[in-house]
């Protein structure tokens, strides 16, 4: 994606992550996802008067989980607010949140990805704040019906500072995030069930400029591509106005994935816009040093670690460690393989990193699945690696088990089996294979041996064709140079 090349995008993205509780974060409702609507409330968070709210310690330590793993500062202290507005959706008439002192302030996230180069992306803060409902359209006559199962629901903003500068910092932005919430067990990442959401602030300015441009907010983003493309859409729509000699309007806009357009939703509040003020039904959140102790003690390895990890124990390269360490299912999965092969008496964790992130992850992705739902089995998969390294099949040969076992998702030794793959390493075999070949090409036999060297692939090509693929490589070279030579 690029812009005119005399302009830059400045951009900030706001994550909303839903977190992992069981219950909502000021009341005893369930969290569960697809109840029928308005079956999981309460009078808290109904916003009855006169009721009060009681904080779920489990959504301040997944706060805080969450803080130092992107290295932000935990405040002892913190604080939650009133944000008021009026909306169908939000029964109390104000959404409780925090503002001047959120749990976590100043982290920071490293990101890369592809065509991305190395780059930290600070992290403002972390505060949490409650869901709101949701207001129902369709199937409605004359009206509209809300459902309050997601009112109370806790959510962390994840703020990030303006660091990113093109669509694809900001998608390798929301990779990485999504991967540390996972890794955390803090939140599932969904973003098309809604429980990972982004809202992108996007301004331009011409490049060496020191001064921040208008920006705008862009909502309704449901996946990293939308995201990415959104941004760019806007970005070239401030750059038309400017060039025109027109000024940025600072507004919300929503982005419309059928009409591939961003168009405007309405002007931008600022903060005084919704009064906030402090939560008289909340006292003030104190931390102690001991509780901040107690979440680091249950710390994963993150995918930064693990990444290093990978790369010096196993020997990858710094691509493939990063693509192994997207997700911890998948990490898990790799070094599942890696031990299996050892167990099997071979030792080749390059190997195993190409047939994961190569040949299973591609399956994958044309199915449009996760490696929780691989139908080769990690162990399947280490098993199919050792037949390879004992030489039983050719690499070649490995690919058509491979398929079947994706397809059946059978034992490898029995497709091996079935399917009459062992590889030749019986020298006689191939030897009269090779014999074979020979006679029936003698006029290349001739003008090999006149110095046409480079036919030795063709002897080779006809060989593999005579046995099927099955002739193992190593010996066959071996045998067919013997045969030319003499
Ligand atoms: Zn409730």
Not at 312 to 340: I, N, P
Request: charged fraction near 25%.
């Amino acid at each position: 994606m690029s812009i005119d090349p005399a302009y830059e995008m400045v951009i900030g993205l706001e994550v909303h992550a839903q977190m992992l509780t069981q219950s909502k974060i000021f009341c005893g409702c369930s969290t569960a996802f697809g109840a029928p609507a308005n079956t999981q409330i309460c009078p808290v968070c109904s916003g009855f008067p006169g009721v009060l709210p009681v904080l779920n310690k489990e959504a301040v330590n997944m706060a805080i989980k969450t803080g130092l793993a992107i290295e932000g500062e935990v405040r002892m202290q913190s604080e939650f607010s009133r944000k008021n507005y009026f909306y169908p959706d939000l029964p109390s008439g104000y959404q409780i949140t925090q503002f001047e002192l959120p749990i976590v302030e100043h982290g920071k996230v490293l990101i890369e990805d592809k065509d991305v180069p190395a780059k930290v992306v600070g992290i403002t803060r972390i505060h949490m704040e409650v869901d709101a409902g949701k207001s129902i359209h369709e199937g409605v006559v004359g009206g509209t019906w809300v459902d309050l199962n997601r009112t109370g629901v806790p959510l962390m903003e994840i703020v990030s500072e303006p660091d990113m500068s093109t669509p694809e910092e900001a998608g390798a932005y929301l990779k990485k995030l999504r991967s540390i919430v996972r890794y955390l067990e803090v939140c599932d990442g969904n973003m098309e069930q809604g429980s990972f959401r982004c809202d992108a602030n996007v301004s331009v300015r011409k490049k060496g400029d020191p001064k921040l441009g208008t920006r705008c907010e862009l909502k309704n983003l449901n996946s990293i591509r939308n995201v990415m493309r959104a941004i760019e859409l806007e970005a070239e729509r401030h750059i038309d106005i400017l060039e025109e000699g027109g000024s940025i309007v600072q507004e919300t806009r929503l982005y419309d994935a059928n009409l591939n357009e961003t168009r405007s939703m309405r002007s931008k509040e600022d903060a005084h816009d919704y009064r906030y003020f402090p939560e008289p039904d909340l006292p003030l959140l104190v931390l102690s040093e001991q509780q901040i102790a107690t979440v680091k003690a249950t710390l994963p390895e993150l995918p930064d670690a693990k990444r290093e990890r990978f790369e010096t124990a196993y020997g990858l390269s710094h691509y493939d460690a990063s693509v192994l360490t997207t997700s911890r299912a998948l990490s898990r999965y790799y070094e599942t393989v890696v031990e299996q092969v050892k167990a099997g008496g071979q030792n080749d964790p390059k190997i195993c990193a190409n047939w994961v992130t190569v040949e299973l992850l591609a399956l994958l992705n044309k199915e449009n699945k996760e490696i929780e739902q691989s139908p080769v089995s990690a162990t399947n998969l280490a098993k199919m690696v050792v037949r390879i390294l004992d030489n039983t099949i050719s690499g070649k040969i490995a690919k058509e088990v491979f398929a079947s076992m994706f397809e059946s998702g059978s034992d490898p030794d029995t497709i091996i089996e079935e399917k009459g793959l062992k590889q030749i390493t019986d020298s006689g075999a191939i030897e009269a294979a090779i014999d074979k070949v020979l006679a029936l090409n003698s006029t290349q036999v001739e003008q090999y041996r006149g110095g046409q060297e480079k036919l030795f692939g063709f002897f080779i090509g006809q060989v593999m064709k005579a046995t099927q693929g099955k002739a193992n490589p190593a010996e066959l070279n071996k045998l067919l140079k013997q045969k030319l030579g003499g």
